[in-house]
């Protein structure tokens, strides 16, 4: 499945990304939702590294894209942050670059994306770096998902999520990003 998605490495001013597209044949004027993936800080060491540490090229199974209602398909979208040494930067500055890095990719496939079906979601850091973006970007994204994430969000940003569709995942056996009061029951009982 990671054969699927089209590696683009020499980009500049912008992340280089990975990325699947749904679009038939260059006669498909269909508007697709896109989902944009997230990685965790150990998955940016090379570009196409998000594809190679995680599962998401599941997503662009027959199965997973049948489930699209209304258009068979998405759009999936996995922008990819050098992982550094200086592991305080990664995916967790301004959320500014990768908003350029999305409104690049959708500028691009214009003609077959549907706007108001962007949805953004990640795991670990890149679940962090979702509730920044979903938080800055409230009318932008349709829904967010983190998964994971160790990550307390300021009152103002659990304000600008209130009205947006969120999926919270987290595992109790996780001993990194456990169910813990703080980054997790605090944020969905401010938010409920």
Known sequence: LKEQFTIVDKVEGIYDYAYYSPVKDKNDKTKYPVVVWLHGNSSGDYPGHQLDNCNIALWSSEEYQSRFEGTGGAYLFLPRY?????????WEGATSLPKKTIDAFVKANIDTIDTNKIYIGGYSMGGKMTLRMAANYPDYFAAAFPLSTVYAPSDRELNDLIDM????????????ASLN??????NWQYLM
Do not use: M
């Not at 050098?82 to 990664?90: F, G, M, Q, V, Y």
């Not at 569709?165 to 990194?176: A, Q, R, S, T, V």
């Open 82 to 90: 050098p992982t550094s040494n200086l592991l305080a930067i990664a």
């Open 165 to 176: 569709p969120l999926w919270f995942f987290w595992c109790k056996n996780d001993d990194y």
């Open 181 to 186: 009061p703080i980054t997790v029951r605090g």
